[in-house]
């Protein structure tokens, strides 16, 4: 009985110390290890990695971008010199909640390698008091604890996890990438794509629903009264103690330049609210700026966009040029005047749907 107890035990143990190695080798989203192969497109994952053995490894980087999907078509090349920075590391994450971006950064600033952070922040994903997560992606919150002993055992349980031999034992039959920096640069873009283009959007019977929608909002737009009432308590939860936390870092943050039209069919009252409580809660830190560009012309060309928020590129190349020039900056003495023209722009829209 013994001798069966024993051989069972020394099974298990083998099982698990040969996964453990199996893990390590490919260790698919380089939690512990950089490596040469392809970069996993799971996010919340592969952020945690890029922190461990990129950030945290005095590879030079000293900057960060933090956000959802309107983050993702920055290069990271061109953010730092523009800015003049010295390395930038992205790690954006489509669709993350306001709390998801939080710990992403957290864990990040914790490494002490971070002097910038530049930080898209929506209003959709800040609003109400909860802390939550994404309903359909997972989000290993345990691969970004800060404290010592938790971050080890983070580790180990990353280690011995049959879902990291799952994905291990698929990048195991992965071809070297060339260049690391150049796959770094263009991770989870989606500019090149051919197929995302406002007009594809619209051909997918989604114009007539927006027509309908923005008649019906012309229609009542005489009774609207605009307010920036609605207040974001998470801002003051979770972005104000993080940012005393770090005096010493310059945090950038920018309103993502949604297309006008979409402000119009959409809450503009939780997007004016928005704007407002970001401003009243940073204005008393220097070491914060804000940016929007709601008044943009450009916001009202649909060639800029792939549908009514994703905007092209170019438009990440013009929110950092604006930034190193110190334009479009929103703050506490503008902030009045800056939406009154937000609203006057948004009541006296005009739209012609008939390219589309």
């Given at each position: ?33 950089t490596h040469n192969k392809k970069m996993s497109s799971n996010q919340r994952f592969q952020n945690a990695g890029l922190i461990n053995t990129y950030l945290d490894s005095n590879m030079g980087y000293d900057s960060i971008i933090i956000g959802t999907s309107m983050t993702e078509n920055f290069r990271p090349t061109t953010v730092a010199k523009t800015m003049e920075w010295n390395k930038v590391l992205k790690l954006s994450a489509s669709g993350a909640s306001g709390y998801e971006q939080f710990l992403i950064a957290k864990k990040a ?248």
């Amino acid at each position: 009985m013994k001798k069966c107890v024993f051989s069972t035990l020394f099974f298990l143990a083998f099982l698990l110390g040969s996964m453990c190695v199996y893990n390590y080798k490919y260790d698919s989203y380089q939690i512990l290890q950089t490596h040469n192969k392809k970069m996993s497109s799971n996010q919340r994952f592969q952020n945690a990695g890029l922190i461990n053995t990129y950030l945290d490894s005095n590879m030079g980087y000293d900057s960060i971008i933090i956000g959802t999907s309107m983050t993702e078509n920055f290069r990271p090349t061109t953010v730092a010199k523009t800015m003049e920075w010295n390395k930038v590391l992205k790690l954006s994450a489509s669709g993350a909640s306001g709390y998801e971006q939080f710990l992403i950064a957290k864990k990040a600033l914790a490494t002490g390698q971070v002097k910038n952070v530049l930080w898209g922040v929506e209003a959709g994903y800040w609003d109400g008091n909860k802390e939550v997560f994404h309903q359909r992606h997972t989000f290993p919150k345990y691969l970004y604890e800060t404290s010592y002993f938790l971050e080890k055992f983070a580790l180990f349980r990353y280690l011995i996890g049959y879902q990291t031999f799952k994905l291990s034992k698929l990048y195991s039959n992965y071809e070297p990438v060339p260049c690391r920096d150049v796959r770094l640069e263009y991770l989870n873009n989606w500019a090149q794509s051919a197929s995302l283009s406002f007009k594809n959007w619209a051909k997918n019977g989604n114009i007539d629903k927006l027509k309908l929608k923005h008649s019906e909002t012309i229609n009542k737009k005489s009774l609207y009264e605009y307010k920036s009432k609605e207040k974001f308590p998470l801002i003051e939860k979770l972005l104000v103690p993080l940012i005393k936390q770090y005096p010493k870092v310059n945090f950038y943050f920018f309103i993502p330049p949604y297309s006008r039209l979409s402000l119009i069919v959409g809450d503009t009252d939780r997007s004016l609210g928005f704007e407002s409580s970001l401003v009243e809660s940073m204005k008393k830190f220097e070491n914060v700026s804000i940016f929007g560009f709601a008044n943009e012309k450009w916001t009202t060309d649909f060639q800029n966009y792939k549908d009514l928020n994703h905007y092209s590129q170019e438009i990440n190349d013009i929110i950092i040029s604006s930034m190193k020039q110190k334009d479009n900056v929103i703050n506490h003495k503008n902030i009045k005047s800056y939406q009154n023209q937000e609203v006057e722009n948004i009541r006296n829209y005009e739209r012609s749907y008939n390219e589309y």
